[in-house]
């Protein structure tokens, strides 16, 4: 600093503590106006930023503004929790989602988790209807605004069973918080890997109240849990009779090891009657409920969640991967056993590799970026398709993912089943995405000519999966001019036929034809697969596959040839 000392100052020794100020004297700071604000806000050597005391009372009002607006936020999720039940579960659940809509996410997950802890972890035991109407709203949320809701309720439920649990277990709070974990499964919140590392961790312990939880899981859940993943389940029943068998007698009550082993048995044997107290019927009526509300919202999507209960305690160390844009890849952040924080992979390594695929595949947009690292990024086409519907692309930018998903099939050096399969699934969802694909498939159809070899058999393969899983119907070959066929696409349609007729369920096979014969548009269309079924497929058909292979093609090419002709032709 080139500025003097003020008369009569001395320099403190280092080591002191100093603060420095813009200028003295109050005159410049005012005539520099909001040069000498900035000025006035330097760093203390400490490293603390100085805000000067006029600026203070401004950032307090922020602060206290920001606490009113959380407690009467508190106060209104307070109050719809207080009145929920089954007759105004929509309305409830309406309210709320609107809430979301008006308010930060974090500020509505927290105050919705807090309220239904409130509600549900008591002392005493909570009624089981009350208790499964609280979970339920959880689940129509987790499914209409966004699975962060689930996660985040789910989360702070297993941290706070986990610590009830090893500090005894005692009283009823730690029961009613297992009970909302066999919930959560039921209503479709969280899949079956969560239940079966709770028991299994329950099993390895095996202490009187590990028994009881056990018993408590297996009732609310065991049905399900058999249902959804019977050899997991019939392990867990042989590790329970191994532990039990060798716990002998450390148990002075025997009868409860018993009871248990029985239920598990009852389970494995899909005997209901042996259980005591076993009642679906509350729970089907209230998964009923949800359909109707979830349906309505319009959520087609798989919002499952699979984590484990490793994953949701450590948390804080690996990332919340299972909440999209929360991905954590590498080493975990924070190693709790050295208190020392580890070195952090180099910023964007990941999606600077990703990108520069996308560049290669000529993704030339931020949306077809996004779309390209999010489909190249997931773990199935059940995650991919989840993951793309949570990017909210609208109108022109939702076709993006369609030519963006042709692309990447097309491009592969070998057919990956994967793009099929989503696209199957986008499909089924809406019809939008139909038509969508059946433009493109079109304009493909037209270029066939020009496509490269692999691009071609990769088309074929896509095409006939649509058509064998009637996520497109066989009027997509309504453009083909079956009188000025060229080579390319006589051998397009003779690959995408045979595939259709040798892969097809029987069934399947005919209403795929005959929903061509009930419309009276398509009447040049059934024509023209009549006689290339007749000219092209089976005209040497000997040469080219086996004596076995050959029969089978023309018996079902006879029967869609007959389904074209219409119901009459099929009863013949």
């Known amino acids: 600093d080139s500025r003097e000392e003020p008369e009569g100052g001395a320099r403190e020794k280092a080591g002191r503590k100093r603060v420095r100020f813009a200028e003295d004297g109050e005159e410049r700071a005012g005539s520099s106006g909001a040069d000498g604000t900035a000025q006035q806000e330097r760093l203390c050597e400490s490293g603390e930023k100085y805000i000067p005391p006029r600026l203070r009372p401004a950032q307090e009002t922020v602060d206290e503004r920001k606490k009113e607006e959380l407690e009467r936020l508190k106060k209104h999720v307070k109050g719809l929790i207080n009145r929920l039940s089954e007759p105004n579960m929509a309305s409830i659940s309406g309210q709320l989602e609107e809430l979301y809509m008006a308010n930060s996410r974090k500020d509505m997950n927290d105050t919705l988790t807090a309220a239904l802890l409130g509600a549900c972890v008591t002392a005493s035991a909570m009624p089981s209807r009350l208790m499964m109407e609280h979970v339920l709203l959880v689940s129509i949320l987790h499914h209409t605004v966004g699975i962060e809701v689930g996660a985040c309720f789910l989360e702070a439920v ?17 029961d009613n918080l297992f009970t909302i974990i066999a919930h959560l499964y039921n209503f479709h919140v969280v899949q ?94 209230l998964r009923k409920v949800q359909r109707a509300l979830v349906r309505n919202a319009s959520s087609g999507s798989e919002t499952q969640l699979r984590i484990s209960w490793d994953g949701l305690l450590n948390a ?3 990332g919340r991967w299972w909440i999209v844009g929360s991905a954590w890849s590498g080493t975990p952040m924070i190693d709790n056993s050295h208190h020392t924080l580890q070195q952090k992979p180099p910023v964007g390594t990941i999606s600077s590799k990703m990108l520069d695929l996308a560049r290669k595949q000529r993704m030339n947009t931020d949306v077809r970026r996004n779309i390209f690292c999010t489909m190249m990024t997931s773990e199935d086409f059940l995650d ?45 969802y809406e019809r939008r995405f139909q038509m969508t694909f059946q433009f493109s498939i079109w304009d493909k159809f037209r270029n066939l000519e020009n496509l ?121």
């Open 316 to 318: 804080e160390q690996t």
């Open 192 to 285: 079956s890997l969560l239940v079966f590392d709770i028991l299994k961790k329950l099993i390895s312990t095996f202490t009187e109240k590990d028994i009881e939880l056990i018993l408590l899981m297996l009732k609310n859940v065991g049905f399900a849990l058999r249902k959804d993943d019977a050899l997991s389940l019939k392990e867990l029943i042989t590790d329970a009779q191994a532990k039990a068998s060798g716990a002998g007698s450390m148990f002075q009550d025997q009868t409860r090891v018993r009871f248990m082993l029985e239920t598990m048995l009852a389970l494995k044997n899909n005997d209901m009657r042996k259980i005591p107290g076993y009642d679906p019927e509350p729970v089907e009526r």
């Open 384 to 428: 991919a398709f989840e993951k793309l519907l949570k990017l909210g692309l609208k109108d022109q930018q939702e076709r993006e993912v369609v030519h963006v998903l042709m692309d990447c099939c097309l491009q592969e050096k070998t057919y990956n089943p994967f793009y099929a399969f989503l696209a199957s699934k986008f499909c089924s």
């Open 158 to 174: 297993v941290r706070k069973f986990d610590d009830v649990y090893r500090n005894g277990g005692e009283g009823k709070e730690c």
């Open 452 to 572: 490269p070899a692999t691009n071609f058999l990769n088309l074929v393969h896509l095409v006939a999966h649509l058509l064998k899983t009637k996520s497109l119907p066989l009027s997509i070959l309504k453009v083909v001019e079956f009188s000025e066929l060229d080579k390319p696409r006589v051998h397009f349609l003779r690959r995408v036929l045979t595939m259709l007729l040798m892969e097809t369920e029987v069934e399947d096979l005919g209403l795929i034809f005959a929903r061509v014969s009930e419309n009276p548009k398509l009447g040049m269309l059934r024509e023209g697969l009549k006689l290339f079924i007749g000219h092209f497929l089976l005209k040497n058909v000997q040469a080219h596959q086996s004596p076995e292979e050959a029969s089978v093609l023309r018996e079902r090419a006879g029967l869609a040839t007959r389904s074209l002709q219409g119901k009459a032709a099929l009863r013949m």
